[in-house]
């Protein structure tokens, strides 16, 4: 990008203490109009940190902020929204108790009269959400829509009301490919208005294709500006590791599937779900693809119990098994580690300690509790085997960062220690070099003859580590690929091939 | 169209319709102006009370404190008319100025020394009555004309009931509470913040000004409720109206609103106040309850309005299934 | 004659407003009158909408227990629209003497007063400390006992109040603000009690007893309302007098009510029930026994 | 990382604090405050009535702690007070043993609380709704119980359980001791707290976790529902009397001001039963300075609710920010340092 006078907008020397914890030390930042910024660290970089320090939703210790050259020092997030800084926070932020167009239009609701003019809002949120390729009833409750429909109408609110810069943080993280296309080509229409845009992101290949410079932070320090037209994915990846990534080739080890474990005979829920037979081996990945909505989550949910299927039933070692809750699951070895971490995973005030044992607290019943040396040893083992960056074990787990969350949740699924593990989403929101070792954590589990089901938005790593993989469409099973069929290309045509055929009601 | 949305409240007014139609059905006499008028009249303050009571549990708190607030301003009045001369007019001012001045501390000390909305207004529940008993322990009577005059303003129908000035004062509270909390800005940003807090302020939502208005609002409208209860006693007793924060909360409830706030509906709980009412009147009607039936049997029928409300919201919910939306892309 | 008659309670507060209520029950029974009966649950505007309901339902006669003196021409007035007869039981209102019929009451300053009187005479010229129970702030019958205690000992310049706190017209409240006036001015200090209740006397001599001293002797025991309980703590002397509140001001207010509907006959404006003082001289157990019957 | 006995004292430091200042006040206006006794063979002082006095607020506190802990809230408590002594004043005077009313009352309590859970954890109703039921009609039934008359009795064994001794110490002082460290204890040695906990921050994520949360929110309830009941017996036995119309009236207000004086959060997590306690005594030496204060009862409302908002601004995390930051002001450098303990009490800003 050009490198204009003066900035849209700059920030020099921020810093953010946390009990224990350097946030951000002397972070600067420059952002011009017109381009797209990336701001990339690994899990626990201070990448949130960072925005919400910019964006008056922290109190940053010290340091200066100027917009268009004018010194401001947004003291909350309605401030910053008047002056122009548009915000999608990590997590999904938006009220589930109102309606879509309550949600794209608060603050700033159209009115008449004096009064907030339902019927203006309803309309121009259906206009706007077109934009983002979005056809759905914007008088509707937010809660009648999926994540990812949520995550859209989240970047159309921010996108709405940044006059000036614009702020995702993993906006990209509950999308599929095609949501991420769309999105981008809204980023590009923004940016062509002159909008700076700070897009954070732990997928390269999105970074090098929307974004103009990144910023790395390496433990709350600006490590380096790049320009990414100058540089390669690998530059990146060791500027913001500090080392090098090593390759690893994953090799799909075929065949090798063990004993029968747990199958799913005609299993289904009404409306959410058509009815499905799975059977999962031992040592076996089996990979669920398939679109936003296509139930891959629903699946997870009716295999854990957690949710009641009304038709069916479930066999474990060819024994029929009661399936009525969690537990029910959990005693038969099963775990599940939920897609939307922050309301089914995380308990938040909760030590991070105390999240790493719950669920093999909670199987072993309230009147046996683990021993304090148990505890510790366990959680260290994981913390330092997940490499989960935290200040200390006491810290409530929601003051972690996203993907060191993430990591957290795991770790109380694998300290269980299952025979089966269903992993929704398990990447979600992880940085490239936990991401390859989750992947490579995955394999192991599988080669120690785990049986695993993992449900992923991301093919490639499906590709990678399943040796079956299952496409859903329209909450039901389409085709099951295996071997050598399993390729990113096989899956796209899987989805894509019914997609065409269904009657498009897109105005895109 | 009728929306999911909306359901609550039609079922609460659903409730209601009904129950009038039974009490009426056993004792024909309910079925009259005479009753009507009193529903109305005699249900005013709790009815002010309770729209902002419903601002309070939209936004996800909660005030313990209105029904001291409403003896608070009976006894102001009644010993500041007495013991001065300023016209009732300007005694009824200063009193909503000081009690909407009391609700918005309230809001800021919640607000800005996050302290539960629980705790603050319990404290403000005792700081209220103890200066009430400050300032008079006796009743005192008002015996100012402009009362009389005010009292006097009612309209008599054909059979007999008289529908009165505060029994309006309630419905007009009602209507601009309903626009204040559907139609405004301000209204959406209470409804934001029941839905919660944290995302709320991450939306921009002014949180402290939010916060401090709908205390504010709370306790203007326990000034006026206080008001319009000088009106209905012409008195001001420092032990009047214990409890009544309850009465007003099961109102709310039964009117649909939901308890940890985002969701309900003014109007809904206008019907709360008329269920409750009606059924103060069935009791008083039949007439055969000891004083601990009468609390059993109140105990009763809430729990079968929460219990009816809480089958018809799962009724309609199940069957209702979420749809993606995500149109596709070409 | 078939009469139907409203009567708004103010609740069931303590054992006397039971007996009240018991008493009213079956003074209509007796008379085959029928009786809606509303409890208001200590509050005013409770009673107001019964009050009103019954003028609805078109009953022929009111009777209003009511919880506070001011508040009721409004209401009152209706009833006298409607040309319902209202008489108050009691307790009475700040209201013109022409919108109710009659009150049945006994005179609540002058039960104190009775009891101050006692109490100077018992304690004749000996210098003497009085702790005070109040019954419930700001309630008509504590503000009442209160000044016509003050009235009965005001000529005797040896009796004194030397702390007045109120214990909620409750037996455990009772006992427990006793239990701090045994501290902070020392048992031996106090040489008499007045409780505005009894029950609360009650829980008050359970205090003494704990702190190791006698009452009825080492400290006088004055109260008011004489239920069973009273009667009892006198006969095993550890209180000394309590002055009688009777429980049936129903059978009275019947009364005036039947005759007035027969051939209008007005009663007059006060019907006043005996404030009787009953001591150690009384046969307490006799006494105790007759009113356990009437639902104290 | 500090040990156990440490972080528990660290956590009740402040209500420790405050209960000493409340006890100076008491000392203040009644110099006397601190003297203790052997009179009649039994214990005798201010000191011992706070003690004493406090023990049904601190009996309901253990329950409540528990079911606030579940980010819930118990508005029956004092109802069911009244319920449990009316229970145990008709079995004694049916002419049973002091103990098959004890058990009995505890039975009806126990009761009540599964009523209660029942509501929360199956019906899934609001807590302060649920238990608004029962605050409604409990007392009604306590009356259907004793007719509406205070019911007396004069069985010696029930009366020692409220009037009584053991070695010399009155008998509620023992009761509220012992079960509110049986309850410490039990809780601790268990995972039962941290099951509790869980539930109370994230129902859902606890149920995905396996968690019975159903049966273990129904089990909270009913443990509000026994501590309710024993605190009513005391108070029955106090006065040799079931009250229906007023024990434990309002009692249930004192108890949740006691929990969060108590430092425990409303919207439940982490929760402490000790700190819950001594926000119990906090509040008896309260309404200890405005009994032995001599003011005129006209002020004890006034007095109390200075005093408490007092406490709870004290108490305010954002005070505790501004104590901080005042402090890191003065003493300089120290806020850079990244190794300062992790265990501070401060959160930034409000960030949920
Ligand atoms: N409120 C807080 N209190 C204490 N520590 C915090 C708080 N918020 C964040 N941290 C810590 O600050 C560091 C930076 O967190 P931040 O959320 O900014 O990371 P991130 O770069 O966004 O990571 P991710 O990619 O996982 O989202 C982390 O170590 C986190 O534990
Ligand atoms: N609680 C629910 N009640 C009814 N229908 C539901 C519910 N939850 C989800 N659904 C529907 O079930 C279908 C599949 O859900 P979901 O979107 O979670 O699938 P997914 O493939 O896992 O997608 P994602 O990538 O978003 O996780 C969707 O159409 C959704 O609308
Ligand atoms: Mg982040
Ligand atoms: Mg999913």
């Known amino acids: 990008m050009p490198d204009q006078p003066t900035p849209m907008l700059q920030a020099r020397g921020v810093t953010k203490y946390f009990p224990g914890t350097i946030a951000l030390d002397d972070v600067d930042i420059d952002l011009f109009g017109g381009e797209v910024h990336a701001l990339l660290g690994e899990n626990g970089a201070g990448k949130s940190t960072l925005i919400k320090c910019l964006t008056g939703a922290y109190r940053r210790d010290e340091g200066t902020i100027t917009l268009e050259g004018e010194p401001v020092s947004p003291a909350s997030t309605a401030e910053s929204l008047s002056l122009g800084i548009g915000t999608v926070y990590q997590e999904v932020n938006l009220l589930p108790n109102l309606t879509v167009a309550e949600n794209l239009f608060l603050g700033r609701q159209p009115t008449r009269f004096g009064m907030l003019s339902r019927k203006k809002m309803v309309n121009l949120a259906r206009k706007t959400l077109a934009e983002f390729g979005l056809d759905i009833d914007p008088a509707e409750p937010l809660t009648s829509y999926s994540v990812a429909v949520r995550q859209v109408v989240a970047i159309a609110r921010a996108a709405e009301m940044s006059g000036k810069v614009l702020i995702l943080d993993e906006p990209t993280a509950s999308l599929d490919r095609e949501e991420v296309q769309l999105l981008f080509s809204v980023i590009r229409k923004l940016r062509d208005r002159g909008l700076a845009i700070i897009f954070i992101t732990h997928f390269l290949d999105q970074v090098f294709e929307i974004s103009d410079r990144a910023t790395v932070l390496r433990n709350g320090q600006n490590v380096g500006m790049r320009r990414l037209a100058e540089v390669t994915q690998k530059d990146i990846v060791t500027l913001m590791l500090g080392r090098q990534l090593e390759e690893r080739i994953h090799v799909r080890s075929g065949g090798t599937a063990g004993e029968l474990l747990v199958s799913a005979d005609t299993l289904s829920k009404r409306g959410m779900i058509e009815p499905f037979s799975l059977d999962i081996h031992k040592s076996e990945v089996v990979g669920l693809a398939g679109l936003l909505g296509s139930g891959r989550t629903e699946t997870a949910n009716l295999l854990f119990g957690a949710v009641q299927s009304d038709h069916g039933d479930v066999k474990v070692k060819g024994k029929k098994i009661r399936l009525s809750n969690p537990r029910d699951a959990i005693s038969h070895g099963f775990a599940l580690c939920p897609e939307d971490r922050k309301t089914e995973g995380i308990v938040g005030e909760l030590s991070v300690r105390d999240n790493i044992i719950l669920a093999l607290q909670a199987r072993q019943g309230w009147s046996r509790p683990l021993s304090r040396s148990k505890i510790n040893e366990i959680a260290e083992h994981y913390v330092e085997a997940l490499d989960i960056r935290l200040a200390s074990l006491d810290m409530p787990i929601r003051l972690l960062s996203g993907g060191n969350q993430q990591k957290a949740l795991l770790a109380r699924w694998l300290a269980t220690d299952p025979d089966f593990l269903i992993l929704d989403e398990p990447t979600r929101g992880i940085d490239v070099g936990a991401h390859s070792e989750i992947i490579s954590l995955i394999e192991d589990l599988r080669d120690k003859g785990m049986a695993l089901l993992v449900a992923s938005s991301e093919m490639e790593e499906l590709v990678a580590y399943s040796t079956r993989v299952i496409v859903l469409k329209d909450r039901e099973q389409a085709c099951e690929l295996t071997g050598d069929d399993i390729t990113t290309a096989n899956i796209v045509h899987a989805i894509t091939d019914e997609t065409l055929e269904r009657p498009s009601n897109a105005r895109t | ?330 | 004659a078939d009469l139907t008659v409203g009567f708004s309670q103010i609740g069931s507060e303590s054992g006397w407003r039971a007996a009240e209520t018991s008493v009213a029950k079956l003074e209509a029974e007796k008379r085959g009158i029928t009786l809606k009966f509303a409890d208001a649950q200590q509050k005013q505007e409770n009673q107001i909408k019964a009050i009103r309901s019954f003028i609805a339902q078109g009953v022929d006669g009111i009777f209003i227990a009511p919880v506070v003196a001011t508040g009721w021409d409004e209401v009152l007035e209706e009833a006298k629209d409607a040309d319902i007869p209202v008489l108050l039981l009691d307790r009475k209102v700040d209201a013109s003497d022409d919108l109710y019929l009659t009150s049945v009451t006994s005179d609540t300053v002058y039960e104190g007063k009775v009891a101050g009187e006692w109490l100077a005479e018992a304690v004749g010229g000996a210098e003497c400390n009085i702790v005070e129970l109040q019954g419930t702030t700001g309630s008509s019958p504590a503000i009442d006992r209160k000044n016509g205690f003050e009235q009965g000992i005001a000529g005797s310049d040896n009796l004194k109040i030397v702390r007045s706190q109120t214990g909620d017209f409750t037996r455990s409240q009772g006992k427990v603000v006793m239990e701090s006036f045994l501290k902070a001015e020392g048992g031996e200090n106090i040489c008499a009690l007045y409780a505005h209740n009894d029950d609360m006397a009650v829980g008050a001599i359970q205090a003494i007893k704990e702190a190791g001293l006698k009452p009825g002797e080492d400290i006088l025991v004055v109260a008011i309302d004489a239920v069973p309980d009273a009667h009892l703590a006198i006969a095993n002397g550890e209180m000394n007098a309590t002055i009688e509140l009777t429980p049936n001001m129903a059978g009275p207010a019947y009364d005036a009510l039947e005759k007035y509907l027969a051939d209008g006959t007005m009663p007059p404006k006060w019907i006043q029930t005996e404030s009787r003082l009953f001591t150690a001289s009384d046969d307490n157990n006799a006494i105790y026994e007759e009113k356990k019957q009437l639902g104290y | 990382m500090p040990g156990p006995n440490s972080s528990v004292l660290k956590r009740i430091l402040p209500q420790l604090v405050i209960l000493g200042v409340v006890l100076l006040l008491n000392f203040i206006v009644f110099p006397d405050f601190f003297r203790i006794e052997f009179k009649n063979g039994r214990l005798f002082g201010s000191l011992i009535d706070v003690l004493n006095r406090g023990a049904p607020t601190a009996l309901l506190c253990v329950g409540m702690t528990l079911v606030i802990a579940t980010k819930g809230i118990d508005l029956s408590v004092g109802a069911v007070m009244a319920i449990a002594g009316a229970t145990a004043a008709s079995l004694v005077v049916e002419g049973h043993g002091w103990f098959t009313a004890l058990l009995g009352a505890l039975a009806v309590g126990g009761l009540c609380g599964l009523w209660n859970g029942v509501l929360v954890a199956v019906i899934r109703i609001q807590p302060i709704v649920a238990t608004l039921v029962l605050m409604v009609a409990g007392r009604g039934i306590a009356q259907l119980i004793t007719e509406g008359t205070i019911l007396t009795f004069n069985n010696e064994g029930l009366v020692r359980l409220g009037a009584g001794t053991v070695a010399g110490i009155p008998t509620p002082i023992v009761i509220w001791v012992a079960l509110g460290a049986l309850a410490t204890f039990v809780i601790r040695r268990t995972a039962l707290g941290l099951l509790i906990e869980a539930i109370g921050v994230n129902e859902t994520s606890s149920r995905l976790t396996g968690i019975n949360s159903r049966v273990i929110l129904i089990c909270v309830y009913v443990m509000s529902g026994l501590c309710a009941a024993l605190a009513g017996v005391i108070v029955a036995a106090d006065i040799k009397g079931a009250d229906a119309n007023n024990a434990g009236l309002w009692l249930e207000l004192d108890a949740i001001l006691a929990v969060v004086i108590g430092g425990n959060s409303l919207l439940g997590g982490r929760f402490s039963i000790v700190a819950s306690l001594l926000g119990a005594l906090i509040i008896q030496s309260v309404n200890s300075v405005i009994l032995l204060s001599g003011m005129p009862p006209e002020f004890n409302l006034v007095i109390k609710a200075l005093l408490i908002l007092a406490i709870l601004v004290i108490q305010s995390p954002k005070i505790g920010h501004l104590v901080y930051m005042f402090r890191a002001a003065s003493g300089g450098r120290n806020i850079a340092s990244p190794t300062r303990p992790a265990a501070s009490p401060l959160v930034p800003n409000k960030d949920k």
Not at chain 2, 73 to 78: D, I, N, S
Not at chain 2, 220 to 225: F, K, M, Q, T, V
Request: proline share 2%; glycine share 12%; hydrophobic share 55%.
């Open chain 2, 1 to 330: 169209m009728i929306r999911t949305t909306h359901l609550p409240l039609l079922v609460t007014l659903g409730t209601f319709v009904i129950a009038f139609a039974l009490c009426a059905w056993q004792y024909p006499a309910i079925f009259s102006t005479r009753v009507a008028a009193n529903l109305l009249t005699d249900n005013a303050f709790l009815g002010i009370a309770a729209v902002g009571m419903t601002f309070v549990i939209l936004s996800g708190g909660i005030d313990l404190s209105i029904g001291s607030v409403i003896a608070f301003t009976g006894v102001f009045l009644a010993v500041i008319l007495r013991d001065t001369n300023i016209h009732p007019l300007a005694a009824f001012a200063l009193v909503l100025v000081i009690t909407t001045a009391f609700g918005a501390a309230m809001g800021a000390v919640i607000h800005y020394l996050e302290m539960p909305a629980f705790i603050v207004t319990l404290a403000g529940m005792f700081l209220a009555r103890g200066a009430a008993y400050v300032l008079s322990t006796d009743s005192v009577p008002i015996t100012h004309e402009f009362f009389s005059t005010l009292q006097d303003i009612y309209w008599k129908a054909p059979s007999g009931g008289r529908f009165r000035l505060i029994g309006g004062v309630m419905l007009l509270t009602f209507i601009i509470g309903a626009i204040v909390a559907h139609r405004t800005k301000f209204g959406q940003n209470v409804f934001a913040m029941g839905g919660g807090a944290a995302t709320a302020r991450l939306m921009g939502v002014p949180l402290a000004s939010t916060t401090i208005r709908i205390y504010a609002i709370s306790g203007g409208l326990a000034g006026l409720s206080g008001i319009v209860f000088s009106l209905y006693t012409s008195a001001g007793y420092s032990l009047a109206t214990v409890g009544v924060e309850l009465d007003a909360i099961a109102a709310v409830v039964i009117g649909g609103t939901l308890l940890t706030g985002g969701y309900g509906f003014v109007a809904g709980t206008f019907f709360g106040i008329l269920i409750m009412g009606l059924i103060q009147t069935y009791i008083v009607f039949d007439g055969s309850l000891s004083s601990w039936w009468t609390k059993i049997v109140i105990g009763g029928l809430l729990f079968a309005f929460i219990l009816l409300q809480k089958g018809l919201t799962w009724a309609t919910r199940t069957g209702k299934r979420q749809s993606t939306g995500l149109a596709t892309p070409s």
